[in-house]
């Protein structure tokens, strides 16, 4: 089966007032991170768009399980949570 990174399109609840969304940007091999840019939604204000860098050292080989995407989304999370990247890399923003 051929690996797509996943993407997390349909906004997803941080609290009442705020949700995020993240397409993949890219992947780091030498250093074993991938790179998400993140939407972050919040009322009354303009979306913003910043980069989640996920280290994925812990995933092994076999990407293509579910628990990767789901552990993915946690880690995008966090950052979203954040509203703030944990990078200087800023990809294709």
């Known amino acids: 089966m051929e690996f797509a990174w996943p993407c997390f399109s349909e906004p997803i609840v941080i609290d009442p007032s705020r949700s995020w969304t993240a397409g993949f940007d890219s992947y780091d091999q ?5 790179y998400y840019i ?3 939604l919040e ?10 860098q996920v280290d994925i050292g812990w ?19 966090w950052v979203a949570r954040d509203g703030e990247s944990n ?4 990809g294709s923003l």
């Open 59 to 77: 995933a092994g080989s076999d990407w293509t399980v579910p628990e990767f995407a789901a552990r993915l989304r946690d880690r995008v999370g």
């Open 30 to 34: 030498r250093n074993d991170n991938c």
């Open 38 to 40: 993140v939407t972050l």
């Open 87 to 90: 990078t200087s890399y800023s």
């Open 43 to 52: 009322s009354g204000k303009a979306p913003r768009r910043f980069m989640a």
